[in-house]
């Protein structure tokens, strides 16, 4: 399995950025994804990463590097409704599943 | 379906009952899993089905924990005699192959809050 650390909460001001960072071990990588994950409901699908550098979907952009095993998620112009958990996942070479980090609380204040 | 579907969404049950959990994944997905995801913890993962096989069931916490899937489709996880421990929400996904070389990511139904008294 990975050790995936990423932090437990983090508070921000509506428009600002906001920088997650995640941490991972393991034996053979292919792959790291970012979910939300709203109270209650599903996570959903934010974004893939499997070679370094960074992708940009709008106000959301992930970076990889692999030699570090690092991530980031950056959510910029922060709104109301980006108040969510964001979760880590790493899926190793080979293999089928993902494994999780415990999600970083993001609350986003007026 | 157009999404992951799960049932019940709440399940409150006695200590020693047992219960057993739907998820109906998105048509054309081949591979389903099972999460469990307690407060404050990671998604755990507990079983992988592709088709109606289950390669990989490491994550099951005991014998008491069980799934099956049926036409491909449709899975059951069922617990059996149940125990305050077992309170959590567990989560179903599925994804189109089992992604080992591409991106295609899970899609999650809204899970079943199961709770244990």
């Known amino acids: 399995g990975q050790n995936i650390d990423q932090p437990t909460e983090m508070t921000a001001t509506e428009g600002a950025i906001v920088q997650i960072n995640c941490t991972y071990q393991t034996s053979g990588f292919n792959g790291l994804f970012w979910y939300q994950q709203h109270a209650g409901e599903a996570p959903t699908f934010l974004s893939y990463?499997?070679?370094?550098g960074l992708e940009e979907k709008g106000r959301f952009s992930s970076f990889l590097s692999r030699s570090k095993g690092y991530s980031y998620l950056l959510l910029k112009e922060l709104q109301m409704k980006d108040s969510a958990s964001y979760l880590c996942?790493?899926?190793?070479?080979?293999?089928?599943?993902?494994?999780f980090g415990a999600g970083t609380t993001v609350t986003v204040r007026a | 379906g157009a999404g992951v579907s799960q049932s019940p969404s709440n399940k409150v049950t006695e200590k020693g009952k047992d219960v057993e959990l739907r998820c109906d994944p998105i048509?054309?997905?081949?591979?389903l899993y099972w999460y469990r995801q307690s407060l404050g913890q990671g998604l755990e993962f507990l079983i992988y089905?592709?088709?109606?096989?289950?390669?990989?069931k490491s994550g099951l916490p005991s014998d008491r924990f069980s799934a099956e899937r049926t036409g491909g489709s449709v899975s059951t996880l069922t617990i059996q005699r149940t125990q305050q421990e077992d309170s959590a929400v567990y989560l179903c996904?599925?994804?189109?192959?089992?992604?080992?070389?591409?991106?295609?990511?899970?899609?999650f139904g809204s899970g079943t809050r199961l709770t244990v008294v």
């Open positions: 990463n499997v070679l370094d």
């Open positions: 048509s054309g997905h081949t591979a």
């Open positions: 089905f592709q088709g109606n096989s289950a390669p990989d």
């Open positions: 996942a790493v899926r190793d070479r080979g293999d089928y599943k993902l494994s």
């Open positions: 996904a599925s994804s189109f192959n089992p992604g080992t070389g591409d991106n295609y990511g899970y899609t």
